[in-house]
């Protein structure tokens, strides 16, 4: 929840950052909570009906996620070449 925070926040001004944090955390309350109340009234209309409706459900959300804002310059980030670390000496007691 750290990351989605930041993202949220991270493109809010100063001054409305706190507000931009408590509709994110507001959102990720309800969401889950809207979910399950629409898969129990779908589970009334019978199992098979319900879960072609849910796997619909994710199947529309998945391309939507990709356009989701990440980590900022993540796509011009190249993995840094990491210089290999001297081993110390044992330590001497």
Same mark, same amino acid.
């Given at each position: ?19 931009? !944090?408590?509709?994110? $955390?507001? @959102? +990720?309350? #309800?969401?889950? =909570? %809207?979910?399950?109340? &629409? *898969?129990?009234?779908?589970? !009334?209309?019978?199992? $098979?009906? @319900? +879960?072609? #409706?849910?796997? =619909? %459900?994710?199947?529309? &959300? *998945? ?31």
């Amino acid at each position: 929840m750290v990351a989605a925070t930041q993202v949220i926040v991270r493109a809010a001004q100063v001054r409305t950052a706190g507000v931009a !944090g408590g509709v994110q $955390q507001t @959102a +990720l309350n #309800a969401g889950p =909570a %809207v979910g399950v109340a &629409a *898969a129990s009234v779908l589970l !009334g209309t019978g199992t $098979q009906d @319900a +879960l072609l #409706a849910l796997a =619909a %459900v994710a199947a529309l &959300a *998945a391309p939507m996620a990709r356009l989701l804002p990440g980590p900022a310059g993540a796509a011009s980030r190249a993995p840094a070449a990491h210089a290999p670390v001297p081993a110390a000496a044992p330590e001497r007691r």
